[in-house]
T-cell receptor, first 111, second 112 residues
């Protein structure tokens, strides 16, 4: 079964608005990562947050991690048409040398 | 700087045929992975190689075999393709363990 589950499955907003995606996971982790996938392309790493961190920023991206709730959120501020893509969370499960991905959130930015 | 290169990009097979997906990375990464992506299922790990000389099963290994040929190359073989293996396959690598992954562009496989 999938380690991570993302919510919502799809999100459609207007350009300039903020987009928030959530990820829940089941087991203890070392880190959690977010990736973006443009249609028909491979995944690209966006940001990594370690289990001892609560919040991290990178440009217009803000990631939070709540290990007590086993959840994370990705906020994209001031969205642009180019942000249209699918976004995946991935967890580095403690004791395993691999990443397990969620099912993804499909984000559409309308001009 | 090619990163992760997968071949072929597209392949159509008949049920029962065999084929190998090739993956090579030029970043001197220790760990390599094969995932499959199906609509609504996200990415599922097929096999991975934490380091040269080792391979381990992921979530969905049935029907596949892998070979870590050397540090650069990690191939995925379908011995007898089935329609259920129709998918997009991604190879990825990381410096070590579950670190940041660099993905290839994907290989779209259709089994008729």
């Amino acid at each position: 079964s999938q380690q991570g589950e993302e919510d919502p499955q799809a999100l459609s907003i207007q350009e300039g608005e903020n987009a928030t995606m959530n990820c829940s996971y089941k087991t203890s982790i070392n880190n959690l990562q977010w990736y973006r996938q443009n249609s028909g392309r491979g995944l690209v790493h966006l940001i990594l947050i370690r289990s001892n961190e609560r919040e991290k920023h990178s440009g217009r991206l803000r990631v939070t991690l709540d290990t007590s709730k086993k959840s994370s959120s990705l906020l994209i501020t001031a969205s642009r048409a180019a942000d249209t893509a699918s976004y995946f969370c991935a967890t580095d499960v403690q004791g395993a040398q691999k990443l397990v991905f969620g099912q993804g959130t499909r984000l559409t930015i309308n001009p | 700087n090619a990163g992760v290169t997968q071949t072929p990009k597209f392949q159509v097979l008949k049920t029962g045929q065999s084929m190998t997906l090739q993956c090579a990375q030029d970043m001197n990464h220790n760990s390599m992975y094969w995932y499959r992506q199906d609509p609504g299922m996200g990415l599922r790990l097929i096999y991975y190689s934490a380091s040269e000389g080792t391979t381990d099963k992921g979530e969905v290994p049935n029907g596949y075999n892998v070979s870590r040929l050397n540090k650069r190359e990690f191939s995925l073989r379908l011995e007898s393709a089935a329609p259920s293996q129709t998918s997009v396959y991604f190879c990825a690598s990381s410096p070590w363990g579950a670190n940041v992954l660099t993905f290839g562009a994907g290989s779209r496989l259709t089994v008729l």
